[in-house]
Nanobody, 123 residues
Framework: QVQLVESGGGLVQPGGSLRVSCVVSGSFFRVNTMGWYRQAPGKERELVAR???????DYAESVKGRFTCSIDNVKNTVYLQMSSLKPEDTAVYYC?????????????????WGQGTQVTVSA
């Protein structure tokens, strides 16, 4: 059983900063990617940032230069440091993990999601 537990969301003023974290636990062979998606009311879920094995990252255009995604491989924790926050960053932020897991006869790839954490940017 794999679990993703997020923390760190909350209310912040425009221009402020916030860091959200996500710990992955359970049985898996390898973390391939971990990242963050967000969903605002009435909108589809969208990729915010992700980090690949080896450390390379991928960001949505709207957050480039403001958000930083990082990973602690020892703690199996992914972070999203958000700066210069804007009201349009308001959303539920979901942690995502793309894992390799051992199964009988080999391995398989699976995607897991956290429960989401609310980030609200408002004066």
């Amino acid at each position: 059983q794999v679990q993703l537990v997020e923390s760190g969301g909350g209310l912040v003023q425009p221009g402020g900063s916030l860091r959200v974290s996500c710990v992955v636990s359970g049985s898996f062979f390898r973390v391939n990617t971990m990242g963050w998606y967000r969903q605002a009311p009435g909108k589809e879920r969208e990729l915010v940032a992700r980090i690949f094995t080896g450390g390379s990252t991928d960001y949505a255009e709207s957050v480039k230069g403001r958000f930083t995604c990082s990973i602690d491989n020892v703690k199996n924790t992914v972070y999203l440091q958000m700066s210069s926050l804007k009201p349009e960053d308001t959303a539920v932020y979901y942690c995502n993990a793309f894992l390799t897991q051992r199964v009988s006869g080999g391995t398989e790839l699976n995607t897991y999601w956290g429960q989401g954490t609310q980030v609200t940017v408002s004066a």
